[in-house]
């Protein structure tokens, strides 16, 4: 899996940390030969998972949605996923 990280400072929380290895875990596990791109902006983190084949984009979807819940993290997703086969998605950061 190929992870692109933009705008993150020198030293990342713990707790965020956590959660990109937890999520990198599950997304391996569905598609190891996806790209996720994660951007830092000062109020959430986007992320964006582009899948290898298509085919993988529901399965991708639900694992992370399940993840998530685990968490008790509400996600804000993109609405145009089946259009880009792309996963768009942000975490709002709370202090």
């Known amino acids: 899996m190929n992870i692109s990280k933009r705008n993150f400072p020198k030293i990342i929380r713990d707790n965020d940390d ?8 599950v997304i391996d596990s569905v598609d190891e030969l996806c790209n996720m791109e994660i951007t830092k902006t000062p109020h959430s983190y986007h992320f964006r998972i582009a899948p290898s084949v298509p085919i993988y984009l529901i399965p991708l979807l639900n694992e992370i949605l399940k993840l998530n819940t685990i968490y008790g993290i509400h996600l804000d997703l ?18």
Do not use: C, N, P, W
């Not at 259009?83 to 709370?94: G, L, R």
């Open 18 to 25: 956590v959660y990109f290895m937890h999520l990198q875990g």
């Open 78 to 95: 993109s609405k145009s996923m089946k259009a880009s086969s792309t996963i768009a998605f942000d975490i709002e950061i709370i202090e």
